[in-house]
Nanobody, 126 residues
């Protein structure tokens, strides 16, 4: 059974930075695409970023491209989301997720992800 534990959220001023982490257990970590999603108050959960199993390929939502970086350390079974130049509209609960199957390229559709972390709150003040 896959278990994902998100951490690293908090309160930060606009323009600041945060680094989220997600520790995974239960399957061979390097076989699976990992992703980050977020949900703002009153809105649907949306895709943020994804990374292939070996970390060679990444994919970002347009709204975070150039500001956020997804990475992974397969020796530690951990995926990260470095968030720079944060904006108030980045506020929300951030979830890491693991794909259902061993896809070779990053995915952005929530239906492709079968395991989810508990979420970590990110609040960006103006």
């Amino acid at each position: 059974q896959v278990q994902l534990v998100d951490s690293g959220g908090g309160l930060v001023q606009a323009g600041g930075s945060l680094r989220l982490s997600c520790a995974a257990s239960g399957r061979t970590f390097s076989n699976y695409v990992m992703g980050w999603f977020r949900q703002a108050p009153g809105k649907e959960r949306e895709f943020v970023a994804a990374i292939s199993g070996e970390g060679a390929a990444t994919y970002y939502a347009d709204s975070v491209k150039g500001r956020f970086t997804i990475s992974r350390d397969n020796a530690k079974n951990t995926v990260y989301l470095q968030m720079n130049s944060l904006k108030p509209e980045d506020t929300g609960v951030y979830y890491c997720a693991q794909c259902r199957r061993p896809f070779t390229t990053p995915r952005a559709q929530q239906a492709d992800f079968g395991s989810w972390g508990q979420g970590t709150q990110v609040t960006v003040s103006s």
